[in-house]
Each structure stands twice: as structure tokens, then as C-alpha cells.
């Protein structure tokens, strides 16, 4: 697919970095979507790439949803149901990503844009990034779930019914962003992370993920019962018998 939204680079560590590019503020519209989804599942089948950096360009992170775009899809014809449906796609194509994806956010994150970056593994956030979530402003709904993953119940509420702001030093606080850095060092923070992930089995860091993902919607029994199943799965492979033979041997630390 060609790019219109989004660029796209490999690094030689195994890196992936897209970065949104759609000025002014990177609002989301249904070519954009479809183009991240595009590039998300190509990134889970490159044995190239270990990690994904997801960053944006300009000042923003993501402004949410086109609105100009928005007002003129039909809702009698199943446009509505189709758009719905790119989104919820276009936001978990990033969380069933098979390589983790360390997010670079500074600027607003708002409405979808809050979405987009709720659904990465990771987030380093730049000082000027900031949370909002107008949706009720504009009649829509959207965003309350996935709130729910980062605030407490009644903060989710009070962002969700008020649009309230909530800044990078909060962001931190509630555990969403693991470091807060001025803007022009964040994506050398994400890509820092990433590389300590890249340096690691990227067999093991895709079986990792996956469980992650399959174990957060499970009961906690359940949940450590499914990773052990993971953990006996990766015990029959060379690099888990090697590995644990140079740890015995002390021939790394």
C-alpha cells in the first residue's frame, strides 16, 4: 500500500519507526486508519522487525478523529457501521500487533488520538503531552473503555463527562506513561526502549506479547495457568536450552 498518513522506516536493530504524519494535528481520517492497519499486519509478518516505535510528527500526537470527514458519512447505508468497524480495527491492529509497540507521545492526545496511544504497549510521553476527551462536546461516544485501563473509575468518568484535561505529570501519576521527558528527547527515550527489547529473542518478545494479551482479559488463575502453557511451549526451543546452559555455565551475566 502506498503511504499517504504515515512513514515508515526499519532501523538495522530491528526497529520499526511509523510515525503519523497527517498536518496540521494528525486527525484520524478512514485513509489513515486503513493505512495503519496495512502496516501493522505487514509488521507482524517481517522477521526483520522485533520492535515498533509508533511516534508522530509535529506537535501533536493525534487530535482524534476527522470530524470534516466525520459529518458526511451516511448512516442508512452502512457507512456508519463500516467506519465503526475500520476504527475498532484500526486501534486493535495495534495492541494484536505480534511485536510490542513503544509509543512517542507529546502534544494532545485527544478523543481517538487517546485511543490510538492507549492501545500501545508502551508510552514514554513528552512533557507537553496531555490527555483530553471531548466526545460529548461533539454528540459521540467512544474512548470510556479504554480509559478504564489507565485511571481509577471515577477519574475515568470525570475526563469522559467533563473533557477535562489531565497533563503528562498526571499521566505518569495514573501509571499510563512510564517517563516523562521534554518533547525533543522523547523519541530517543522510545527508541532506548525498544532497543533494550530488540536485543532480546524476538521469538520469546512476540510469545511474551501475546501472552500479555491473552492473559489481561482472564481470570488471575487462569491468566498464570495460560502463560505457564507459554512457558512449557518455549522450553522445547534451542534458544531457551541455550540460554539457560550459558546462565549455568556463567557465560553471560
Known amino acids: 500500500m502506498e503511504l499517504e498518513c504515515w512513514k515508515f522506516e526499519v532501523l538495522t536493530d530491528g526497529i520499526a519507526v511509523v510515525t503519523f504524519d497527517r498536518p496540521p494535528v494528525n486527525a484520524q481520517n478512514r485513509r489513515s486508519r486503513e493505512e495503519l492497519i496495512w502496516l501493522m499486519d505487514v509488521i507482524s509478518d517481517r522477521a526483520d522487525i522485533s520492535v515498533v516505535v509508533l511516534a508522530s510528527a509535529g506537535h501533536v500526537f493525534s487530535a482524534g478523529a476527522d470530524i470534516k470527514e466525520r459529518v458526511t458519512i451516511s448512516t442508512d447505508d452502512g457507512d456508519y457501521l463500516k467506519h465503526n468497524r475500520i476504527t475498532r480495527d484500526f486501534f486493535y491492529s495495534v495492541t494484536d500487533c505480534a511485536k510490542p509497540v513503544v509509543a512517542a507521545v507529546k502534544g494532545a492526545m485527544i478523543g481517538a488520538g487517546y485511543a490510538l496511544a492507549a492501545n500501545c504497549d508502551i508510552l514514554v510521553a513528552g512533557e507537553s503531552a496531555y490527555v483530553q476527551m471531548p466526545e460529548l462536546d461533539r454528540g459521540l461516544m467512544g474512548g470510556a473503555k479504554f480509559l478504564e485501563q489507565h485511571f481509577p473509575r471515577a477519574v475515568a468518568r470525570l475526563l469522559f463527562l467533563t473533557g477535562r484535561k489531565i497533563d503528562a505529570r498526571m499521566l505518569y501519576h ?80
Open 174 to 253: 495514573y501509571g499510563m506513561v512510564v517517563d516523562v521527558v521534554p518533547d525533543d528527547e522523547v523519541l530517543e527515550a522510545a527508541l532506548e526502549i525498544a532497543r533494550e527489547i530488540a536485543a532480546k529473542d524476538s521469538g520469546v518478545v512476540k510469545a511474551a506479547k501475546a501472552a500479555f494479551n491473552a492473559a489481561e482479559h482472564m481470570p488471575f488463575r487462569e491468566g498464570y495457568i495460560f502463560e505457564q502453557t507459554i512457558t512449557r511451549e518455549l522450553a522445547t526451543s534451542e534458544y531457551t536450552r541455550r540460554s539457560q546452559r550459558e546462565f549455568i555455565d556463567k557465560k553471560r551475566p
